[in-house]
């Protein structure tokens, strides 16, 4: 007699392995979130000089004090201006490219315009970072920029073989610069007094996050009750008699400009003494929106200026113009920045149809014919791995785990990420492996090639399997801790994207591919943590007994926890 079939469920055990999956994840996010959030506490990161020095070679040191916007002065050996540098870093940290954010030093002169961009630190990986340096193109479309062209600048080419990273990179300049630059010549934030000349109830006033040009006025109940937008630095190159004078303009809550009034000026006192006693000329912008001060025509308004002081107040009208229009601007450019714009293109779209096509075989069990089973085996080696690069590794699983998954610049991949996680947690199938993957493609190609064909010991073949897993302990260690080692040398999957790779990952590669000619499917027994990984989540058959990766799990889940606590 037969003896009856197991009905062991499977389900109390693989729920276990996806959950103690999720909670190295969570493990891994939450402390690098913690360190990104001790990162903002404590401001911008330091400024190193030789990065400054980089785009100004005179540079002899860095001024203490940040301006209004965060960005720093640099001066010379004698002591003088010679421009402002400021960072992407921390505004810009949740732009991710390939697996984490760039900080880029951008160089100001002082009339304004861009000299220079310099990489100053990245969580992406390194090739892909090196492939932008070296590229003359990218960084320097930004140079001979005023910071109000760079921030609506959207027409730059990236970097062939790290599209991500240059798009991130894009992206945080134009997130950096949407709070508006810095005044070299009125560098004082607004006080309290000087927003009581235009609301009496004043009590506090606070800087806009997004545009540093505005100002939000409360009351003692801590109550809006109006803005103050300055038309410095906007209005800092419109020269009245002798210099630019800096206004500010009161908006009630509605957006209705309820007054304003002349602060620092460079121009001759006597005249603008003149414009600010003037109540009629300060009263004629009372009433107008922000939309019809930007677009305010002083001729068409019959606007004459004050009396005996006609260029001043004349240069502070346009000065307001000019203030309105700018903020508009920055307006529309921090919303773009911030929209939540999905940037799929053609690669991304190709990528999701190989994915589609992939499922649709491995889960339906389609009887493809050998030749066309052949032909989508080329072309996950031709186009997805090659053309695209578009293949899961641990560096790219970490980065997304620490930093959130780019699926707007990274759709095609972040879908078939998704599709590998998900069928075999799912259904037991390991699509990705068996049906998606490059590398793993490649190996089937170059299966039993060669007559001769390699029996490892079974001890030999007992000891090489613990490999995958002392590497993935490895990423989470690395993860976890932060330490600053770059995991795509620990795998193959970067030198298929061989315009960039290093020669840790094509040596990886290329031993891994020749090793299969000998030893079927090579690399993904004995060397792959991210095989291991789809592989322990895949729902099976035997996934309700308990197995020795299940302890190797459970260990790996304990080590992160200990890591978090203790770091
Ligand atoms: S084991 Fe690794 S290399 Fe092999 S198919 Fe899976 S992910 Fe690709």
């Not at 009581?196 to 109550?223: I, M, N």
């Not at 075989?361 to 080696?381: M, S």
């Not at 793993?440 to 079974?458: H, N």
Request: net charge neutral.
């Amino acid at each position: 007699m037969k003896p009856p079939k197991s009905r062991a469920r499977p389900w109390g055990l693989h729920l276990m392995r996806v959950t103690l999956f999720a909670v190295i994840i969570v493990l891994i996010h939450s402390q690098h979130a913690q360190r990104q959030a001790d990162r903002q506490y404590q401001g911008s990161p330091s400024i190193n000089l030789a990065n400054v020095q980089s785009i100004f070679p005179r540079a002899a040191s860095i001024s203490k004090k940040a301006l209004a916007n965060g960005g720093h002065e640099v001066l010379d050996a004698d002591g003088d201006v010679l421009g402002l540098v400021l960072q992407t870093s921390p505004k810009s940290d949740h732009l991710i490219g390939f697996s984490g954010p760039t900080n880029t030093l951008i160089g100001f002169s002082l009339d304004n315009q861009i000299v220079g961009l310099d990489i100053v630190s990245s969580g992406d990986t390194r090739e892909h970072v090196e492939q932008i340096r070296l590229d003359e193109r990218f960084l320097n479309s930004f140079v001979g920029k005023s910071w109000e062209q760079a921030q609506i600048l959207s027409d730059i080419d990236a970097v062939s073989g790290a599209t991500l990273t240059s798009l991130a990179i894009q992206e945080s300049i134009l997130l950096r610069f949407s709070g508006g630059r810095t005044s070299l010549r009125f560098p004082d934030p607004l006080q309290i007094n000087e927003a009581r000349r235009l609301f009496e109830a004043a009590d506090s006033v606070e800087q806009d996050p997004a545009h540093h040009a505005l100002w939000h006025v409360k009351d003692g109940a801590g109550t809006k009750i109006g803005s103050v937008l300055c038309t410095s630095p906007a209005a800092d190159n419109l020269i009245g008699y002798q210099g630019p004078t800096e206004t500010w303009i009161g908006f009630q809550p509605s957006g209705i400009v309820s007054g304003i009034v002349l602060g620092r000026s460079y121009d001759n006192a006597q005249y603008v003494n003149y414009v600010r006693d003037d109540k009629y000329f300060l009263s004629l912008f009372d009433g107008l929106s922000l939309q019809e001060l930007a677009e305010l025509d002083p001729v068409e308004a019959e606007i004459d200026g004050v009396s005996g002081a006609t260029m001043t107040s004349m240069t502070v009208t346009l000065g307001m113009i000019q203030a309105a229009k700018e903020f508009r601007v920055s307006s529309k450019a921090a919303s773009s920045a911030q929209s939540l714009a999905v940037n799929w293109g053609l690669s991304d779209l190709g990528t999701a149809m190989v994915v589609i096509a992939g499922i649709a075989i491995a889960l339906t069990r389609l009887r493809v014919p050998r030749y066309l089973r052949l032909a989508f085996q080329l072309l996950l080696i031709g186009y997805l791995g090659l053309i695209n690069g578009d293949l899961i590794s641990q560096a790219m699983i970490v980065g997304w785990a620490q930093n959130g998954v780019p699926w707007r610049n990274a759709g095609g991949l972040a879908l078939l990420t998704l599709a590998a996680f998900l069928v075999p947690i799912t259904t037991k199938r390991n699509v990705y492996c068996t049906h998606l993957c490059p590398h793993g493609a490649a190996q089937q190609l170059l299966k039993r090639r060669v007559r001769w064909q390699l029996a490892l010991p079974r001890w030999l073949s007992s000891f090489l399997k613990m490999v995958p897993a002392l590497l993935l302990a490895w990423c989470v260690v690395v993860a976890i801790v932060s330490l600053p080692m770059s995991l795509v040398d620990i795998e193959p999957f970067n030198a298929w994207v061989f315009r960039v790779a290093g020669w840790a990952s094509i040596t990886i590669a290329i031993i891994g591919l020749v090793a299969s000619l000998f030893v079927p499917m090579a690399y993904c027994r004995y060397g792959c943590p991210t095989g291991l990984t789809l592989g322990f989540l895949r729902l099976s058959a035997r996934s309700g007994q308990w197995s020795h990766r299940d302890g190797f799990a459970v260990a790996l889940a304990v080590l992160a926890v200990i890591l978090w606590v203790v770091t």
